[in-house]
């Protein structure tokens, strides 16, 4: 079975700031996809950023990257530029492709609570 | 394109009740997932339905059930809900890759 741990259960950050979340997982497979989703206070679950496992290119979306260790089985995420709003849960999770047990279904880590600090 | 709807978005049952919540996905996605997420113990799996086929299930006991129909809405029943079954239920939807959207969700209060 996999399994994603996030160790921070919570942090905060300056505005304007650069904030690096952390995400552990594991898993014997090689074909998966992991994920970084944001959850506000509305309860939304938002993607903030996706990566594919085979490829070796960290992902960035505007003001979001991923700092992606395959061998180390590490997945963090860096905001940069912090904003007020991005005060949230954020959520680290895998995402298992094959047709098998476990498959299909994302398996979240239990989530950093981000403060983002005016 | 409208994002994932679900329905209804607050719910509040009594112990030994059913209830029954529904998920549109996003047009032209085929796979519905079910999510249940408490503050003990996080965001888990319920089950997934491509095509009308239940596909995956999660670790949860056979009160929980769902089906998918053929516009690829779906809903999910809870029957004789007991007190641990308030939650928020998450629904989320897939075109044939691997990035799942989210609803807003249902709160759902057991009392």
């Known amino acids: 079975a996999q399994t994603v741990t996030q160790s921070q259960p919570e942090m905060s950050v300056q505005e304007a700031e650069t904030v690096t979340l952390s995400c552990t997982y594991d898993t014997s497979e090689n074909n998966y996809y992991l994920f970084w989703y944001k959850q506000p206070p509305s309860r939304q679950m938002i993607l903030v950023i996706r990566q594919e496992a085979y490829k070796q290119q960290n992902a960035t979306e505007n003001r979001f990257s991923v700092n992606f260790q395959k061998a180390a089985k590490s997945f963090s995420l860096k905001i940069s530029d912090s904003q007020l709003g991005d005060t949230a849960m954020y959520f680290c999770a895998f995402f298992l492709v094959y047709s098998g047990a476990g498959s299909y279904q994302l398996t979240f880590g239990k989530g950093t609570k981000l403060s983002v600090i005016p | 394109k409208a994002g994932v709807t679900q329905t209804p978005r607050y719910l509040i049952k009594t112990r030994g009740q059913q209830v029954t919540l529904s998920c549109s996905p996003i047009s032209g996605h085929r796979s519905v997932s079910w999510y249940q997420q408490t503050p003990g113990q996080g965001l888990q799996f319920l089950f997934e339905?491509?095509?009308?086929?239940?596909?995956n299930k999660g670790n949860f006991p056979g009160r929980f059930s769902g089906r998918q129909f053929s516009n690829s809405r779906s809903e999910m029943n809870v029957s004789t809900l007991e007190l641990g079954d308030s939650a928020l239920y998450l629904c989320a939807s897939r075109l044939a890759g691997d990035t799942q959207y989210f609803g807003p969700g249902t709160r759902l209060t057991v009392l």
């Open positions: 339905y491509f095509s009308e086929t239940q596909r």
